[in-house]
């Protein structure tokens, strides 16, 4: 499958300089960055939602850990 993606003669020349540097195709560059920032937005989601719960109930645990034999 292709997408068509629009921009500037400006990010096109830096989107083909980091992918030169990064020695990558543009296409896998516009890829990656894509999945990254859809993976830091469900990141950022899953976390607001963990301090959320922890601010309505702040008591935390702490498990002490034996250390491993020897």
Same mark, same amino acid.
Not at 32 to 55: G, P, Q, S, V
Not at 58 to 65: F, Q
């Given at each position: *499958?292709?997408? %068509?993606?629009? +921009?500037? #003669?400006?990010? $096109?020349?830096? !989107? ?7 020695? *990558?195709?543009? %296409?896998?560059? +516009?890829? #990656?960055?894509? $999945?990254?920032? !859809? ?32």
């Amino acid at each position: *499958m292709s997408i %068509s993606l629009r +921009v500037n #003669e400006h990010e $096109l020349s830096v !989107i083909k300089s980091y992918a030169n540097l990064r020695s *990558m195709t543009v %296409s896998n560059v +516009v890829r #990656e960055a894509i $999945l990254e920032k !859809i993976e830091d937005e469900f990141d950022i989601k899953i976390y607001t939602k963990a301090m959320n719960k922890h601010w309505k109930d702040p008591i935390t645990y702490t498990h002490a850990v034996e250390p491993a034999a020897p």
